[in-house]
């Protein structure tokens, strides 16, 4: 199975804290997206990183890839009560034009 | 910035009735794409869809579904005999290239369609 897979599956922090979530997958990729979820609502794009890429930033999320690990992390520093959602890790794998998606992480930020 | 939408937010139907759900993709995207989550699941993959055919498409992408580009901006997806188990919600998404080039383009997606099947 190509799918993600997230830890944790649930993570409750305070509102200043930095939440890691952490992504696996099994087969050779070529980039890997993480989404946003809102209960019950849309798949917001929050950033890719491209199997030849180690690290991406953008604002206060911090991507990393280890494609040797198969693995990659998603950092939101400085947390607010707004970021709290389902995050989801979502892999294209090599050759195919599609993404699977991960089991998600309900981050939860306490004011 | 631009975005892709879908009507209806919500649509309830009657099992073995037919139903498509629309999708305007993002303007210049040429890539298009339809996912659903069953309710507490992970998102998973249907169909893709580019210059007027399907690329590619997964084993949920039965006999029963079916994709089409009416005209230049909507993107639909039919159910033809709708089954509890199609009870979802449906996202569009669309690229403005294709994942598998060097360049890995992102796929945004729409606020979803949350179809009942009763």
């Known amino acids: 199975s190509q799918q993600g897979e997230e830890d944790p599956q649930a993570l409750s922090i305070q509102e200043g804290e930095n939440a890691t979530m952490n992504c696996s997958y099994k087969t050779s990729i070529n980039n890997l997206q993480w989404y946003r979820q809102n209960s019950g609502r849309g798949l917001v794009h929050l950033i890719l990183?491209?199997?030849?890429?180690r690290e991406k930033h953008s604002g206060r999320l911090r991507v990393t890839l280890d494609t040797s690990k198969k693995s990659s992390s998603l950092l939101i520093t400085a947390s607010r009560a707004a970021d709290t959602a389902s995050y989801f890790c979502a892999t294209g794998k090599t050759g195919a034009n599609n993404l699977f998606f991960g089991t998600g992480t309900r981050l939860t930020v306490i004011p | 910035e631009p975005e892709v939408t879908q009507t209806p937010s919500h649509q309830v139907t009657q099992m073995g009735q037919e139903v498509i759900l629309r999708c305007v993709p993002i303007?210049?995207?040429?890539?298009f794409y339809w996912y659903r989550q069953i309710l507490g699941q992970k998102v998973e993959f249907l169909v893709s869809?580019?210059?007027?055919?399907?690329?590619?498409k997964s084993e949920i992408f039965d006999d029963q579904f079916s994709v089409e580009r009416p005209d230049g901006s909507n993107f639909t997806l039919k159910i033809r005999s709708t089954k509890l188990e199609d009870s979802a919600m449906y996202f569009c998404?669309?690229?403005?290239?294709?994942?598998?080039?060097?360049?890995?383009?992102?796929?945004?997606f729409g606020p979803g369609t949350r179809l009942t099947v009763t």
């Open positions: 990183i491209r199997s030849n890429e």
């Open positions: 998404a669309s690229s403005e290239g294709p994942l598998t080039s060097g360049n890995s383009y992102e796929q945004y």
């Open positions: 303007s210049n995207h040429l890539y």
């Open positions: 869809f580019y210059n007027n055919e399907i690329s590619e």
